[in-house]
């Protein structure tokens, strides 16, 4: 026993000491972005039902975003407060790094019939700026294609409500009073139906 304590004892030095040499040479990309793996899942890749994978996204996008709930510009149940923990630096590069990970769809089973109706919701009021059925993506685009339906619901939801801050386009302001509350769900499922 008192060799395997040992053994631990080792590892957890050589681990202070690899962490300790990166914050010597001050923090790495790699080293940012931990802290966002316990809510958004290990690289980026959403776990939660109403937590958005961040893997691969647009870093200019992320970028803005982690600026805005620093400067609570965008409202947020924790982000503004973790955001605060960073130098702007240090958010482009949190945001750097995960842009360059894979996006990685996660499964969610769906009625086709609801696919359906969110395809045609899509069509007629999204397509324009979300375009290649939600996988376009730019500095003011995020990518919808793959994304956690529930999050989705509940992002839409809150651009419609308008609240709790959340910035957003006017054209998606407008074009969300045309489609109806009902319907969020639907249009979600397309969304995360989409490789």
Same mark, same amino acid.
């Given at each position: 026993?008192?060799?395997?304590?040992?053994? #631990?004892?080792?590892?957890?030095?050589?681990?202070?000491?690899?962490?300790?040499?990166?914050?010597?040479?001050?923090?790495?990309?790699?080293? /940012?972005?931990?802290?966002?793996?316990?809510?958004?899942?290990?690289?980026?890749?959403?776990?939660?039902?109403?937590?958005?994978?961040?893997?691969?996204?647009? &870093?200019?996008?992320? &970028?803005?975003?982690?600026?805005?709930?620093?400067? #609570?510009?965008?409202?947020?149940?924790?982000?503004?407060?973790?955001?605060? @923990?960073?130098?702007?630096?240090?958010?482009?590069?949190?945001?750097?790094?995960?842009?360059?990970?894979?996006?990685?769809?996660?499964?969610?089973?769906?009625?086709?019939? /609801?696919?359906?109706?969110?395809?045609? /919701?899509?069509?007629?009021?999204?397509?324009?700026?979300?375009?290649?059925? @939600?996988?376009?993506?730019?500095?003011?685009?995020?990518?919808?294609?793959?994304?956690?339906?529930?999050?989705?619901?509940?992002? /839409?939801?809150?651009?419609?409500?308008?609240?709790?801050?959340?910035?957003?386009?006017?054209?998606?302001?407008?074009?969300?009073?045309?489609?109806?509350?009902?319907?969020?769900?639907?249009?979600? &499922?397309?969304?995360?139906?989409?490789?």
């Amino acid at each position: 026993m008192a060799n395997a304590v040992a053994k #631990g004892g080792v590892a957890v030095l050589l681990f202070s000491l690899h962490i300790a040499s990166g914050v010597a040479a001050g923090p790495s990309e790699t080293g /940012l972005s931990l802290t966002c793996n316990g809510c958004h899942g290990w690289n980026g890749v959403s776990q939660g039902a109403s937590i958005p994978s961040i893997a691969g996204l647009n &870093a200019n996008y992320m &970028a803005k975003a982690m600026e805005q709930f620093k400067t #609570g510009k965008r409202g947020a149940t924790i982000m503004d407060r973790i955001a605060k @923990g960073y130098k702007e630096y240090e958010l482009r590069k949190v945001a750097r790094y995960f842009s360059r990970l894979p996006w990685v769809r996660v499964e969610t089973p769906f009625e086709a019939s /609801l696919i359906a109706r969110g395809r045609d /919701l899509h069509e007629r009021h999204c397509a324009e700026c979300h375009q290649d059925s @939600g996988r376009y993506q730019d500095q003011d685009v995020p990518r919808l294609a793959g994304q956690r339906p529930n999050y989705l619901t509940i992002q /839409l939801t809150q651009y419609m409500d308008k609240a709790p801050k959340m910035p957003q386009p006017s054209d998606m302001a407008e074009k969300l009073t045309r489609i109806d509350r009902d319907d969020l769900p639907a249009l979600s &499922a397309f969304y995360s139906s989409v490789d």
